[in-house]
């Protein structure tokens, strides 16, 4: 089926208001249809086997005696806030992710990550990822695959967080036995995935080259092969910035720390001494147990993981059982009540999702006339001028002579230093980032030896310090100010208001008191 | 017409090569799409001033520096009509000698004199070009006066700027429309004859099955500003992205045989001189005259200027030489430049968008004759009157005296201290019969590689040692017109 080159590129709806997806109409495949139907059943076989292990040989008059002791007061409220919390900050990391081609609110962003958990929750085959790209697709105008990979993305960090929360735990406290051993096997597995992802990232066109190349000799592959290549490397580009990098790593971290309050503050429920790092290693085992496909809601999984790893510290068997359904239902019941309204909000229609990923799949003619010319995807670019920092103006301001037009350098400052942020943004890759690495070790130098960051320091300190970098004798403090020397004098002397206040004969311009 | 010449053809760029590739195939009747990565802009925004012009016309903004031993300042345009957008519009035809070297040396077939004759002459038409009218302006007198007294050959450059009116406009696109750069001239000829120009079209890779070229991968912008990945199927694809963009472009789709590796350049020392009378250098077309006494090894002409450039060419020695912009009105810029025998290369990075890597480590001789250069330039400008001269190298504010001018003929300027720049950038896929040193034969078209042509400034064997857009629109035009032919003939 072919579509119109308009109903590919989904509206850039980016915070209008909320509207329903109206998902093109697509034929289903009997196969796929074949397919889903046997990972349900698998998924569900598999809840059972894990349900059934779980439940061997547990006393079961001990999880009543459990139950019955337990203490729900304030503890389910503070836990199930934990967990609530996590999902905000998952918001906030959506929303970075997304940064480069879209913006959405946290708020926003926050409801597609619970849309995603809730439908895992109520549907098999981790339907809710696809539901959650979907979505996500529809709130940002992403093509579909692009809002795939991002949610993979999601996956892959928090995954390396566990791990690398796992490999930490040793440390502060004796962690034994499979729990070590599933590190072990997590370790490469998360690490492989994240060279491919790495290099997905930093070197796109390579990726999309080689798999133009391998392909060429069969159009419609290559087409189809080049164009969800280049939607998942899209999808990454957030990964392109060092800043971007290190705040979704950080806020990885804080969901991770926040929802192992939910696995604290179960514990004292039931009697059992509240400990962080504990929960913290229960935590992690939990979730990379929960990789395992399995039934709505990971019910099997979850309990059998969680049970497994709180035994690991010694605690009897029928409490952790206990726990772990606790826990499970802590998870369970707030995210998918949160989920279910915000679906019914956005008019989210389950099932949406696998007709969306078709719709992308359709290649469409360019309107160019008789040249055989095919739309492969589309490119979502959000182009805005860098704005310069607080050091690059204060850099900017140190080298500009101290006279100006009377009454407007403070603005011409500005445009000055708008100026130079875009020229030095337009620099190929590896010399922006010199650039970038050079300004910052400026920064600390003279934040060691004047005790106050640059921009805080007198313009006039600022200029003697500008000065000897910039025409010192040191050659690579020469270079690094070269660019940003010729380009702010440039845009100075050419800034109409220094043009018309050269042209009037009794002004002076020249002259820096350097 | 036979079915081949129904063909479909996909040139990349629209800078002097590809606008005379466009033009000339579409003429001949085949059926040509010029991909373009830059926009079109229309003549009332030419004529900005600097800053905006760096926005609109070039690459990166301006900001593609050549990376060394000793950096070195270069832009390119990048929009309808490539660099003769933002050029000056000298003129100058391959000098015989070079021509007869690119012979010896390249095994280049069919490029002497009278092969080229035709196809200079075809340019020079299409460009109008022509000397500037008198009166000439007052930096180019006090220039004429300098080198008479010195003694020197030399000559009025003639420009593709016929009615030119003087407004200093040339860097960021002539205002008047008196330039006859591509989007002036072969850009409207080639659509007449049917040609399709795509703007904010950007040529990613080079599609190929085996060893036969298909088409290109293209990033397109479309008119409501949304832009795809689209593939365009061709069955001959002319690359012509200039100098550094076609290396790139090509080693990009795994073409690297003799491509990108041997960059060459002609580095540029520019100076500036104040003199006792306005010279009015911002308001006036830049000096037209080239001192030919010293060539192949330099040439001595006038730069662009305006105050912005100004203050760029005095930033190396800012704290001493800031006063001078007082007298702007007074003041004039002029260049060295150097044949340039340094060692280039061109790489796509692995990173990113593969955006190029351009190198270029300047050689010794390069030093020595822009340290000559400089010494011969500042005592012409001295011996036409000039006050002071400010040359572009750190820790030489100001010289003053012609004693301090010559000692630059022996002493080599220190290497740290020169800021140097180029306009003039090319051979980094030579072309030429000799399979050990040439990118493509001797009319284009990329050994090894079916359906895949080169044509623009990339392809010259070596440095001209003269401004190489007339070099670069003979050459293509000659291509052109091989190709057709070999077509014709089936
Ligand atoms: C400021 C300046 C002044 C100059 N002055 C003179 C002078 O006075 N006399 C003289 O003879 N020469 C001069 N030159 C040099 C001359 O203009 C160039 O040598 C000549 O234009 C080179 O032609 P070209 O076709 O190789 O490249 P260009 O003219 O640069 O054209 C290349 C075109 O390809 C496009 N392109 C690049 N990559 C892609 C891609 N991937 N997809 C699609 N499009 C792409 C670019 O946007 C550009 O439009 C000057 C150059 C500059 C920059």
Redesign the interface.
Known sequence: MRYQLRALIPRLSRESKPGKMRPPMASRSSTGVGIRRITILVGFAVSALFLLLAGWRIDWTGVWAAYAHARWWPFVPLAMGCYILGHVIRGVRCRVLVRNDARISTLTASNIVVVGYAVNNLLPARLGEFARAGMLAERTGMPFAQSLTITFLERLLDGIVMVGLLVVAPLIIPVHGWVLQSVRVAVPVFGAALFVVLLCAVAPYQVVALCSRLTAGIPSVHDRLVRLVSQITQGLSSLRSLRSVASVLALSVMVWLAEAGLFLFILPCFNLAASYPQSVVVMAATNLGILVPSSPGFIGPFHYFCMRALGTFGVAEATAFSYAVAVHLAFYAPVTLWGVVAMAWYGVELGTVAAMQRAGRSLAELPSGAHPMRLITPLVRTSHEPRPTRLMRAVCEALLPAEGPSGSREAIVDRVSAFVAGQTEALPGLLRWALRVGLTGFAALTFLRYGRPFPSLSLERRRKIVASWAWGRLGLARQLFRALRSTALLAWYEDPDVVAAQNDPGHVLGGPDV | MSKALRG?IVVVGSGAGGATTACSLAQAGF?V?VLEEGMRHPIESYGC???DG??RFYR??????I?GGV?IGYVEGCCLGGSTEVNCGFWHRVPPEVALRWRAQYDLQDCEPDDLEPHFCWAEEQTSVSPHPEPLPASTQVFARGIEAMGWRYQQVPRTARGCIGDNTCASGCRSGAKQSMARTLIPAAEAAGA?F?TGCKA??L????SRV??V?A??THEDG????????AEHVFVCAGPTQTPSLLR???IKFHVGDTLRIHPMLKVAARFDEPLDSQSSVLPLLQVKEFWPDLSIGGAFY???????L??D???ET?????D?KSIGAWYVAVKGNGKGSVR??????????IRYELSNEDLRHLSQGLARLATLLLAAGAREVFPSV?GIPTIRSKLDAIRWLDDLLPR??V?LTTVHAFSSCPIGERNDRCAADSFGRVHGFEGLYINDASILPDSPGVNPQGTVMALARRNALHFAETMRNG
């Not at chain 2, 305006?306 to 760029?312: E, R, V």
């Not at chain 2, 796509?348 to 890597?357: I, L, Q, R, V, Y």
Request: no cysteine.
């Open positions: 479909q059926d799409v001033n600097a800053t760096m926005r990166n903004r301006g900001m593609t520096p990376v950096p399709r795509l990613t890779m599609l190929r099955r085996g298909t088409g991968l990033e397109v949304s832009s795809s990945l689209a593939r365009i199927d990009r789709s795994g305006s105050s912005g450039h100004l203050a760029m005095l930033s020695n800012w704290p800031s006063q001078a912009m007082n702007a796509p990075s692995m990173t990113g968008d593969g955006a190029p890597m750190h740290g201290a800021s």
